[in-house]
């Protein structure tokens, strides 16, 4: 089945540019999505990619997808530290019933 | 926009208590699902239903069971707790055919098994 591996702790200075990367193994996965959750917090999300597509750009936030290489990145640009949170992404994998499948998250530490 | 609802937010229960954590959407979702999150594991999925009266398993289903009586609530039960089952519980819902919104979250349930 589907696996999706993320780094666990990512930790960049207040103002520098953040990558998120995550792998994945299934590449029959439609959307790709990364969420952002805040301590205490359920899961928001912030941004999502469809499996064609190669980069999007959204405001501080640019989702590049490598189809070839199964490699899926979130740059957050001029890190602020409301930046910090878990990141988690995940795929949408139409072979299990249209469910999504999670990585383990990545802890985005902020220095000042 | 309520969105999704889950109560209640804490609970520290005994080894062999039972208790139904409920998930409420006002959004009309189809789908719904229950996730636990424990620390270095992301989400994983116990049950979720594709619509009202439909239930099935996820990926870590035993020891927990659920109902989806009326579409907008989502029960999940503990018939006999065990630590192994303290954790965070999230629930969410989607609505089938709408990948660019995803899933929409509740904020969570900590439950504490001593």
């Known amino acids: 089945g589907e696996d999706v591996e993320q780094s666990l702790f990512l930790s960049v200075r207040e103002g520098d540019s953040s990558v998120i990367n995550c792998t994945y193994t299934?590449?029959?996965?439609?959307?790709l999505y990364w969420y952002k959750q805040e301590p205490g917090a359920g899961l928001q999300l912030l941004t999502y990619?469809?499996?064609n597509m190669d980069m999007k750009q959204d405001q501080r936030l640019t989702v590049l997808l490598n189809k070839k290489d199964k490699h899926l990145s979130l740059r957050i640009a001029d890190t602020q530290t409301g930046d910090s949170a878990i990141y988690f992404c995940?795929?949408?994998?139409?072979?299990?019933?249209?469910?999504?499948?999670w990585g383990a998250g990545t802890k985005l530490i902020i220095k000042p | 926009n309520a969105g999704v609802t889950q109560t209640p937010k804490f609970r520290v229960l005994k080894t062999g208590q039972s208790m139904t954590l409920l998930c409420a959407q006002d959004?009309?979702?189809?789908?719904m699902y229950w996730y636990r999150q424990d620390p270095g594991m992301g989400l994983r999925l116990i049950h979720y239903?594709?619509?009202?009266?439909?239930?099935a398993k996820g990926e870590v289903p035993d020891g927990y069971n659920v109902s989806r009586l009326k579409k907008q609530n989502f029960l999940l039960g503990l018939e006999s707790a065990a630590p192994s089952q303290t954790s965070v519980y999230f629930c969410?819902?989607?609505?089938?055919?709408?990948?660019?919104?995803?899933?929409?979250f509740g904020s969570g349930t900590r439950l504490t098994v001593v």
């Open positions: 969410a819902s989607r609505e089938p055919g709408q990948g660019t919104s995803g899933y929409t």
């Open positions: 959004m009309n979702h189809e789908y």
């Open positions: 299934d590449s029959s996965s439609t959307y």
């Open positions: 995940a795929g949408l994998v139409m072979d299990s019933n249209y469910q999504l499948i």
């Open positions: 990619i469809f499996s």
């Open positions: 239903s594709v619509g009202e009266g439909t239930t």
